[in-house]
């Protein structure tokens, strides 16, 4: 919509996983405007999501509008509201501007450690992931299939490399069983992972499909490379 621009985040339920091509063409679009995104989770406490909320510009939201009156936020809309509404757009380029420095997309720290922060990342950033995923000989190619949840950003590095991005929504994060088996039926070459979630996986029960496994968001245990 002509409200999102630069610096106006966009909330979005991490549910909507389970529709993952709307909602990546979704998340494309607000960065087209210049926007940014952040995921909001149903299941995290209304009181912390708030909180990460209250520190951000101008705030609207996708998904479920009940979330949206637990955490405040007048401005909502659902995804299928969008998706009907995207029949009568303008089938012309707008005019948008995309600022290097402005909010392209935000992570919300766990908190464990005290009061949870928003890491935020440029649309610099963003761009700057684009351009590592096509240029990196380590990074997924064409003809790649790499494994990634429809919000975080490795999902849309190995698009712009060329590769098929898998969503798996329904996959739950911490069951090893499931996972390897999401790997083996989809013929995955290449992970996105933490390397917590790496450690609980028996590395011989990764298919031999893998090549390739990126680590990210928290220090790698040298025991966990040298594995």
Do not use: C, K
């Amino acid at each position: 919509g002509g409200m999102v621009g630069p610096d106006h985040v966009v909330a979005i339920d991490v549910s909507l996983a389970a529709r993952p091509v709307e909602l990546t063409l979704h998340i494309f679009a607000v960065w087209t405007a210049g926007g940014g995104v952040i995921g909001l989770d149903p299941r995290s406490p209304p009181a912390r999501q708030r909180l990460i909320l209250s520190n951000l510009p101008a705030v609207s939201h996708v998904g479920d509008p009940a979330i949206a009156a637990a955490l405040s936020l007048d401005a909502t809309v659902t995804l299928d509201a969008l998706w009907a509404a995207a029949d009568a757009a303008p089938t012309s380029r707008p005019h948008n501007v995309v600022l290097p420095d402005a909010i392209g997309t935000i992570l919300a720290t766990s908190g464990s450690t005290g009061t949870p922060n928003a890491v935020i990342g440029s649309h610099a950033f963003i761009h700057g992931r684009q351009i590592a995923g096509s240029t990196d000989p380590l990074s997924p190619g064409e003809g790649d299939r790499v494994s990634s949840e429809p919000l975080v950003l490795s999902m849309f590095a190995a698009l712009g490399a060329g590769a098929v991005a898998v969503a798996d929504a329904a996959r739950p994060l911490w069951d090893a069983e499931a996972y390897v088996r999401f790997l083996t039926d989809n013929g995955i070459t290449a992970l996105a992972l933490s390397p917590s979630h790496l450690a609980g996986l028996d590395p011989d029960a990764i298919p031999s499909s893998v090549r390739r496994i990126g680590l990210g968001g928290e220090a790698v245990p040298p025991r966990l490379v040298a594995r």
